[in-house]
């Protein structure tokens, strides 16, 4: 995808990791690395936004992603505003670009955007003024580029040398927009062994992955690997029809301690929620101590933080 930079080179909308230049996702975990706190201590406030305005606009469900794209602005400075889509006019039939072009009439800087038909944040991003930029926090099954950087940044606290390490993805692969945007950040930041583990009608199109190694069974997949990321079956792409029986799925894709055993002994398990307990994941998997589940939430923060400065830097600058 294109028109993501400004011709200096910096970030002005964040649609997709794919292509996106080396350097500039290192500078943004490194952005995102200094604003971690441990929990317990207070997270780092500034001013830095203040006077910019931020608008979530979500047509699907959200938990982390909105409320750690309104804290993130928040502590930045910058007024937020949550679109509750369902109360929105979109249901009378006013167009998404007419309910962008409000929000911009409004003074908004930045859309974040989280919508279930592809297209929607390009198309958005492509009509907008040139003063406002677009964050995808999520794209039908293509992309979740937030996601994909709070779960590099995750992998990085753990595992820093990533040429090294063996990254199995594991689920629903095809429907899901967090493997796909995982895929272009490993990729991009020079991890190898990147596996894709599913039954096979969750397996992406051949085409798809290219140079990821496809295991249908668990545990030729989890073999030594040093990160093992389980995903959600994707219930809302799929017609009920192809809905995998939740029994023999966790039967025969569930992630159990005996089955984490396969992997290395240091190995981290990660998970971008909502989990379904008991179908890709045993709790005492999801709670145990090998689990970095948590701290992708709290990555998340400082993630979205540094991407929100990052786009918006020219305006505070102005
Ligand atoms: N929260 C993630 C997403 O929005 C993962 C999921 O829903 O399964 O894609």
Known sequence: MSGQLRPDGSLRHLLTLEDLPRALIERLLERAQSLVRPLGE?????RALAGCTVANLFTEPSTRTRVSFELAAKRLGA???NLEVQLSSRVKGESMLDTVYTLQSLHVDALVIRDAEM???GTVAANVAAH???????EAHVAHPTQGLLDALTVRQHKPNLEAIAIAIVGDIRHSRVA?????VFRALGVRDVRIVAPPVLMPEPQEFAGCSRHTSLESGLKDADVVMMLRIQKERMAQAELPDADRYYASYGLTPERLALARPDAIVMHPQPMNRGIEIASAVADGPQSVIRDQVRNGVAVRMAVLSEVLAWRSAA
């Not at 406002?132 to 999520?138: I, K």
């Open 42 to 46: 207070r997270p780092p406030v500034s």
């Open 79 to 81: 007024d937020v505003v």
């Open 180 to 184: 796909r945007s995982a895929l272009h």
């Open 119 to 121: 297209g929607v944040p």
């Open 132 to 138: 406002v930029s677009v964050l995808s926090a999520g």
